[in-house]
């Protein structure tokens, strides 16, 4: 069955660093997303990405952070300058755009920021 | 925009038994579902059961099932003869159903079953 893939399982990393996020969508998926999750939070929408250019951000979504899908599998998460409160569990997720719009979600990445 | 309430932050349940958990939403959208994740300690986000909002009958899968109150914007998820491993963090979701919009989570409710 297919799934959505993330890479790394977990980052740690200094405040201040950049991070690359990186997510494989389910091949014939067109809508993706990225969420993320604070320890004990409920999970947040970040944004959403279609054809290539951002269809919607959050307020959380502020000029540190950019998405990007390079080729044709990956979809990227690139936060530029790490704070402590970036630390959470991000997760990716994809649409096939079909009438359902259930969307996949990849299995996380942990982010630490120390 | 949705917003999503989520009014028991734990619930536990006897293994074997039935257990209830609620779902409160507000919407504009006329057209939208309904879904219920599940975050086992892996943390992974597993879709339960989704709802079209314009069908009437509730949904059903296997032990799983929603009492879906569309009035009374209300979509409680039931759970049947509980399992260990239905123990997780459970999730509700509106999301409209144009244009592949974004999912908008509650606070979740914290199910424990008790052996």
């Known amino acids: 069955e297919p799934e959505v893939t993330q890479t790394p399982s977990h980052q740690v990393t200094q405040m201040g660093q950049e991070v690359i996020l990186r997510c494989v969508p389910i091949?014939?998926?067109?809508?993706f997303y990225w969420y993320r999750q604070i320890l004990g939070q409920k999970v947040e929408f970040l944004v959403s990405?279609?054809?290539?250019?951002?269809?919607?951000k959050s307020e959380i979504f502020d000029d540190q952070f950019s998405v990007e899908r390079p080729d044709g599998s990956n979809f990227t998460l690139k936060i530029r300058s790490t704070k402590l409160e970036d630390s959470a569990m991000y997760f990716c997720?994809?649409?096939?755009?079909?009438?359902?719009?259930?969307?996949?979600f990849g299995p996380g990445t942990r982010l630490t920021v120390l | 925009a949705q917003t999503v309430t989520q009014s028991q932050p734990e619930m536990s349940v006897q293994e074997a038994e039935t257990v209830t958990l609620s779902c409160t939403y507000d919407?504009?959208?006329?057209?939208?579902?309904l879904f219920w994740y599940k975050q086992p300690p892996s943390r992974q986000m597993i879709l339960v059961i989704r709802?079209?909002?314009?069908?009437?009958q509730n949904a059903t899968e296997n032990r799983f099932s929603v009492n879906f109150q569309k009035a009374a914007k209300s979509f409680s998820l039931k759970i049947s003869d509980s399992q260990l491993g239905d123990a997780a963090m459970y999730f509700c979701?509106?999301?409209?159903?144009?244009?592949?919009?974004?999912?908008?989570f509650g606070t979740g409710t914290r199910l424990t079953i008790i052996p």
């Open positions: 990405f279609y054809n290539n250019e951002i269809s919607e």
């Open positions: 709802q079209e909002a314009y069908k009437q």
């Open positions: 997720a994809s649409t096939s755009g079909g009438a359902v719009n259930e969307q996949f």
């Open positions: 091949s014939n998926h067109l809508y």
């Open positions: 979701a509106p999301a409209s159903n144009f244009g592949n919009e974004k999912l908008t």
């Open positions: 919407t504009s959208e006329s057209d939208y579902y």
